[in-house]
């Protein structure tokens, strides 16, 4: 079916139908159908219902619950100390927000009737910092929040001027910054909905300027992104579909990645199928036959690599944290619609070009070239089909493979040994810009209060209706600084609840990994009180809890995505290339790779960049990603050696092989690189993070692994690259 694919797709009579077919396609769904913009969600629960701080979060709310509403936290700073008319400011803004209120606000404290006296003792120690509350509708959505603080904005900057909000810290006067839950989630919004527009055009320019570098032709660089373009228009309403029917979730997050994803990996698809194709022209004066022999020669790995990488990002619906598991259907079903794209509407396109696709250097056979001469009267510069280059890089591959393959496992190795000394972070905070309002405002608040006070947690226990006090035994811990008086839950008396300030920096790791001996400490005093299956009615809210259950249910998620994306991607080269032993190295030398590339990227993030502590998503992320895309490479070199190896001795069929695909995965590598490099140019760390690591790992891939480390390991194993498939029989 492949072989005849281009005649059923991209023939002299069906061009224009599959052109038309897609673009009536995706007219239809994009006006009955969302886009996928539309239907992000807000909510910012990554973690499952069933986990501990979550439960808490819920007990809390339904027992413990004043009613005040969502707090957004006013900062107030001034370097020196807070002066009396800075605190009269406090207290004029409170009268005005008492009389006037902003929409959705649900509740503030009397500040302005307050006297001053006690303002001022409310600030920090140092008389440096005061920290308002201003409290909102709970169920008052993004977007709504948003307006209101815009709002607030106007107001305090009509009466104590713009410098208020704006001015750096370090500047002389008072200044004011927004944080707390509901300036963090305006702020992280804001963020990824400026990063939307950012990243698409920034995506697509780089792809432009790439193509058209590396190709040298106008018209060929606009073809795969007009394919790329048609195929999102697909893409964006069936997604849209999907979260609007509640069968998937998807936030800004998911989207931004997506858009790179799909840029980079559907241009590499699409430059597969080109670079064959001008061969081809060359070769044959037809262009539709031509076209059925370019799609009969790549279709079968284009095919194997969208199914491939698609399967292994679909695994990441397997994981129990949000951001991993949003990413699996959207990545998956770019990548099909992708891929299918490169094999219906690019030949289309391309049939309907011809060698106009690449002027000015227009591939010629070489009868077409010399009747070009006679006519011109003067020779034509013929084109090369295979560089130089990669005719090096196919002997050194032959000729020098033991000293290729040492040479590998001890960079990539020596890179590999610095993942041992990267630490993580899972803080959302840690993710965004130091300069951001809400990092600003925290940061004050952590720096001039006492560091429990930052992040306070909730130990919430039920005492089947038992007389218990756990204050002191919670006091004389080591980790707790200070714990409040029990509230008794107001729909079940036998719940209570004590805030608990810890003793150190409540975000670091030294607090996170104590939450069990805090959990453990409770559920013995309540089991000595005779409470039974204590461990069970003992819940830790609060930020050190959400960051102790992320990092275990992140870890858990790693433990079993990452064997099931490489059993996954085993199995589909198996049936492939019908070698174990190829199977094996494959996946072997992509693994290799990934841990450089994560040691590669430590580097440069904490000692380049002084960053203290990677994201925590990043490792599994990365995982997927470069298994899945730098196996796409692989398969695309191997498939070609293996026809190869029907016709001429191994190390000729290896050599051939790197020379004839080096120049088009090079190309597909730096583009892929380049797209995701776009990510660390966003103020999010973890898209920071995420495209530096990916973006390196890629170019490893590229230029080391596939044109020197996977040509090597094939010359020194011979004909056991092969076992136990046929080729596996035939000597040279």
Not at 103 to 123: G, R, T, V
Request: net charge negative; aromatic share 10%; charged share 20%.
């Amino acid at each position: 079916m492949i072989s005849r694919w281009g005649d059923i797709v991209a023939g002299p009579k069906t061009r224009w139908a599959s052109l038309f077919i897609w673009i009536l396609l995706v007219a239809v769904v994009s006006f009955i159908w969302p886009q996928v913009n539309d239907t992000e969600t807000e909510s910012n629960q990554l973690l499952p219902d069933d986990v501990m701080s979550v439960e808490a979060s819920k007990i809390s709310k339904e027992q413990f619950s004043d009613d005040a509403g969502t707090p957004l936290l006013l900062v107030w700073y001034r370097d020196g100390g807070l002066k009396e008319d800075d605190f009269k400011k406090v207290q004029d803004l409170y009268a005005q927000l008492q009389d006037n209120p902003l929409k959705q606000q649900a509740f503030i404290p009397p500040l302005d009737k307050a006297p001053a006296e006690a303002l001022m003792e409310s600030a920090s120690e140092d008389g440096e910092a005061l920290t308002t509350p201003v409290f909102f509708e709970k169920d008052a959505s993004t977007e709504q929040l948003g307006l209101a603080l815009d709002q607030l904005q106007d107001r305090i900057e009509s009466n104590a001027g713009k410098s208020i909000l704006n001015e750096d810290l370090s500047d002389d006067g008072l200044h004011l910054r927004f944080t707390g839950p509901v300036g963090i989630q305006t702020d992280a919004v804001s963020l990824f909905s400026n990063a939307d527009v950012t990243l698409l055009v920034s995506t697509v320019l780089i792809v432009l300027v790439l193509l058209i570098v590396l190709y040298r032709s106008p018209l060929l660089a606009i073809v795969p992104l007009v394919a790329v373009g048609i195929a999102y228009g697909l893409i964006s309403p069936l997604l849209g579909l999907m979260a609007d029917k509640g069968l998937i979730v998807v936030d800004a997050q998911v989207v931004s990645i997506m858009t790179v994803l799909l840029f980079g990996a559907g241009t590499d698809y699409c430059l597969f199928l080109v670079s064959r194709y001008r061969d081809e022209l060359r070769m044959e004066p037809n262009k539709y036959v031509a076209m059925q022999k370019a799609i009969s020669g790549t279709g079968g790995a284009i095919l194997i690599s969208a199914m491939t990488t698609a399967l292994a990002l679909l695994a990441l619906g397997l994981a129990y944290y949000a951001s991993y598991d949003r990413f699996a259907v959207p990545f998956s079903l770019a990548i099909f619609i992708m891929g299918v794209t490169s094999l219906t509407l690019l030949p289309a396109i391309l049939a309907l070009l011809g060698r106009v696709a690449f002027f000015p250097f227009i591939p010629r056979t070489e009868a077409m070239t010399k009747a070009l001469e006679e006519k011109k009267g003067k020779p034509i510069r013929r084109s090369k089909s295979k560089n130089r280059f990669g005719k090096l890089l196919g002997r050194w591959g032959t000729e020098k493979p033991w000293i290729i393959i040492i040479t590998c496992v001890v960079l990539f190795g020596g890179l590999g040994t610095f993942v041992m000394k990267m630490e993580f972070t899972y803080g959302l905070l840690d993710s965004f810009p130091e300069d951001m309002p809400s990092r600003e405002g925290f940061s004050i608040v952590a720096d001039h209060y006492p560091p429990g006070e930052v992040a306070t947690s909730q130990v919430i226990v039920q005492t089947d209706g038992k007389d218990i006090s756990l204050q002191d035994d919670l006091a004389s811990m080591s980790m707790v600084e200070k714990v409040s008086d029990p509230r008794t839950g107001s729909k079940d008396e036998s719940f209570q609840e004590y805030e608990v300030t810890l003793a150190a920096d409540p975000y670091s790791s030294e607090m996170v990994e104590k939450i069990p001996d805090l959990k453990n400490t409770v559920s013995k005093q309540l089991a000595k009180s005779g409470v039974e299956n204590a461990d069970d009615k003992v819940w830790i809210g609060g930020e050190t809890a959400t960051l102790y259950d992320t990092e275990e249910v992140t870890s858990r998620d790693q433990t079993l995505i990452i064997p099931v994306v490489l059993i996954v991607v085993g199995l589909l080269l198996l049936a492939y290339l019908r070698s174990i032993v190829a199977m094996i190295y494959l996946l072997l030398t992509v693994i290799l790779s990934y841990f450089a590339a994560l040691g590669l990227g430590w580097i440069i993030i904490h000692y380049g960049m002084g960053v203290p502590a990677m994201q925590g998503l990043i490792p599994l992320y990365t995982f997927v990603f470069l298994v899945a895309l730098g196996e796409d490479y692989n398969i695309f070199l191997v498939s070609n050696i293996w026809k190869k190896r029907e016709t001429m001795p191994l190390k000729q069929a290896i050599s051939q092989g790197v020379a004839e695909t080096s120049s088009v995965i090079s190309s597909a590598g730096l583009i892929l690189a380049g797209t995701f490099a776009v990510l660390a140019t966003m103020p999010m760390q973890v898209l920071v993070h995420f495209g530096m690591v990916t973006a390196i790992g890629i170019l490893l891939d590229t230029f080391i692994v596939r044109p020197l480390l996977v040509p090597a390991i094939t010359t020194v194993l011979g004909r056991y690259a092969f076992w136990p498939g046929r080729l596996w029989k035939k000597h040279d």
